[in-house]
């Protein structure tokens, strides 16, 4: 059932919210992401393969432990933008954003008239009819967040253009596929992609857009967290748990 978006209270509020990237659809893994204390997790429904009912019950697991879960859809497909929402996210990631349009075109899927095109529904979100149907379309438009995910050279430069049509709760960083769009795959501290970044971040400022910077290290935390940014991303689940595997058998056979 529709809840208040407690990532958006607390940017609102200019407090700090830490989150990560899960992209293995086991519900006891996102338990254990809201156990250690993250705010939110984004489910990732884009390259990871995730049936709606497990998407379901992703986000199901998130609540028991008041994370708050957004969900990555695949790029251009408005009906994974549904589908998400019907399950219970409180907000989509739109990857590969590189002009207004692809911002409209999640607003018109994500949100209720006046703001948008979202098809009427029951189910999940109106708590099976607890919440009286019209108070639930107020209450979704104002909790559910679109967040656009700039991950391209285009998106980069028409950034301004994006964020002055509003509708835009938050923006991630795609270092990843920046670098390659900037035509140096995976080398994400090149300067060109470092400098796409910062255009990125200073965009959000001018705009009042909340800015989630991509951090993996105390230096980098610290370095966003100077320059005013308040939302973190701090990794995806598969990669944390590689490592501490690896990190906890190279111990043993170091001792």
């Not at 998400?84 to 590189?98: E, K, N, Q, Y």
């Not at 656009?148 to 960083?173: F, H, Q, R, S, W």
């Amino acid at each position: 059932m529709l809840r208040p978006n407690t990532v958006r209270q607390k940017l609102a509020a200019g407090e700090d919210v830490y989150g990560l990237f899960c992209s293995i659809p086991a519900p006891a893994l996102v338990e254990m992401i809201g156990c250690a204390g993250y705010d939110f997790v984004i489910l990732d429904s884009e390259h990871a393969l995730v049936d709606p009912q497990q998407l379901e019950n992703l986000v199901r697991a998130a609540e028991v432990t008041g994370l708050t879960p957004f969900v990555r859809v695949p790029e251009a497909d408005p009906g994974a933008v549904l589908r998400a929402l019907d399950a219970g996210a409180m907000g989509v990631v739109i990857p590969h954003v590189r002009g207004r349009r692809d911002v409209d075109e999640a607003i018109r899927a994500g949100r209720y008239a006046p703001q948008g095109m979202r098809s009427l529904n029951g189910g999940r979100g109106p708590g099976y009819g607890l919440i009286d149907p019209v108070e639930y379309l107020a209450s979704a438009n104002a909790e559910i967040m679109v967040i656009p995910l700039i991950e391209d050279a285009e998106g980069v430069d028409g950034i301004d253009e994006i964020l002055a049509g509003g509708g835009v709760d938050m923006v991630l960083p795609g270092p990843g596929d920046l670098s390659q769009s900037y035509g140096v795959p995976w080398q994400t501290r090149d300067p060109k992609v470092q400098e796409a970044v910062r255009r990125v971040q200073a965009a959000c400022v001018e705009h009042g857009v909340p800015f989630a910077a991509m951090c993996r290290t105390p230096e980098k935390h610290q370095e966003w967290r100077g320059a005013g940014v308040r939302a973190f991303v701090l990794g995806e689940e598969r990669d944390l748990a590689a490592r501490a595997l690896r990190d906890h058998l190279d111990g043993l056979r170091r001792a």
